[in-house]
């Protein structure tokens, strides 16, 4: 038996397919100038990102890691220092600690699947440099919470926002609370460029100077070597391509966060599953939805009866949270709040392109496993 319909987690042609005739304009556009590295185009982008983040500096990188690399570099994170965050990350987080010569700490996620400010709090030691909430899924930390245990320690906070293009706490977007924050443009991430890419920004004059520097050789604005460096450039051709969609990203946003709206409306009376929050839970909080994780009783099994019903879903991290790889000499922390999260978290698809009729399909047959009425 065939299904009916065929969702793919994520919708990899259509990054282009639904915009062909006006990104290809874009693409020529830069070509035809011959303007690759370090153009008006990044520049121009820089500025609009800063602009729609609320921000005064944002850095054009090669990649969401290299992001979190430079940055703990610029605001000098290095050997000996500790960084606390959350088990729940990809490995690039705890790998950019690593390779400046600091040591990832891992702690739990609360509730709402972010890091959890208790579990913060009982890992703080003398050497604590400095903690790094991820704005996950999406969603935008308790940042007052941080910022508090934070200012009691002396200790700085900086952002892994890669997931978090356009979240607010309090009105204020993610990547803007800490010395720095960071973006991927990963393509399967909310402003997905045709490859690899990503941002830092900061408030910092003087972090922002170091940053420009860091991803350009150390060259300054008249081309001297000033300081080591590395080349980690933003493509100009994935900046032109990255600012035509800034342009119409909040629709993007709201397309989102109709979905999730949808997702809460059609499974919220399902005591098997716990749902993330939903767009208007709570008013300190807007949520993007980078991704929809929400936690199931019987995951494994209601995830084979989806894929047999033609529908991709993804666990995160391919089901390993950081803490986990004990290849990586973690095999002393016990986090049993992240540990059974991980045995329940599955993620539906979550991206622009689905359609009212996928998302009603999705949640008719998430339905039919747990013997409800659709
Ligand atoms: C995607 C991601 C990164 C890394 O971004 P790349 O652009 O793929 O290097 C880092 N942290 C988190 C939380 C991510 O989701």
């Known amino acids: 038996m065939s299904a009916a319909r065929t969702i793919p987690f994520f919708n990899y042609p259509a990054l282009f397919a639904d915009r062909e005739a006006e990104l290809s304009q874009v693409i020529l556009d830069v070509c035809r100038r011959g303007a690759y590295i370090l153009q008006k185009d990044l520049s121009q982008f820089e500025q609009n990102l800063a602009r729609f983040m609320g921000v005064k500096h944002a850095f054009g990188v090669a990649n969401g890691t290299d992001a979190i690399w430079l940055g703990l570099m610029a605001v000098g994170v290095g050997h000996g220092d500790e960084v606390i965050i959350p088990s729940h990350t ?15 700490v891992l702690a739990e996620i609360g509730p709402d699947h972010m890091l959890d400010p208790a579990s913060v709090e009982r890992l703080v030691t003398p050497r604590t440099k400095a903690i790094m909430p991820v704005q996950v899924n999406g969603r935008t930390c308790d940042m007052d919470a941080l910022q508090a245990i934070a200012d009691r320690h ?7 926002a890669a997931q978090g293009l356009g979240s607010r706490f309090k009105g ?12 991927s443009f990963y393509p399967a991430k909310l402003l997905g460029c045709f490859g690899d890419g990503g941002a830092v920004v900061t408030d910092d004059d003087a972090v922002a100077e170091k940053l420009a520097l860091l991803r350009d050789h150390g060259r300054n604005a008249d081309g001297r070597v000033v300081a080591w460096g590395f080349n980690s450039r933003l493509d100009n051709l994935q900046a032109a391509v990255l600012d ?33 929050p939903a767009p208007d839970a709570d008013p300190r909080h807007y949520d993007v939805y980078q991704n929809y994780e929400l936690e199931a009783e019987r995951r494994d099994e209601l995830r084979a009866h989806m894929e047999r019903n033609g529908v991709r879903t993804i666990i995160q991290w391919a089901g390993t949270p950081v803490h986990q790889f004990h290849e990586l000499g973690f095999a002393d922390s016990s986090l049993p709040v992240t540990d059974r ?34």
């Open 90 to 104: 990809y490995i690039a987080t705890a790998a950019a600690v690593h390779f400046v010569g600091a040591t990832p």
């Open 341 to 374: 999260f991980f045995t329940r978290c599955l993620m539906l698809p979550m991206n622009t392109t689905l359609s009212d009729a996928d998302v009603d399909y999705i949640c008719d047959h998430i339905r039919g496993f747990y013997g409800r009425a659709v």
């Open 154 to 160: 002396g200790i700085m906070i900086v952002e892994d």
């Open 172 to 183: 204020r977007c993610a990547g803007t609370f800490g010395r720095f924050g960071t973006i």
């Open 244 to 276: 035509y969609k800034l342009g119409t990203y909040q629709d993007d946003i709201d397309r989102r966060r109709a979905i999730a709206a949808r997702y809460q409306a059609r499974l919220g009376d399902l005591p098997e599953l716990a749902l993330p």
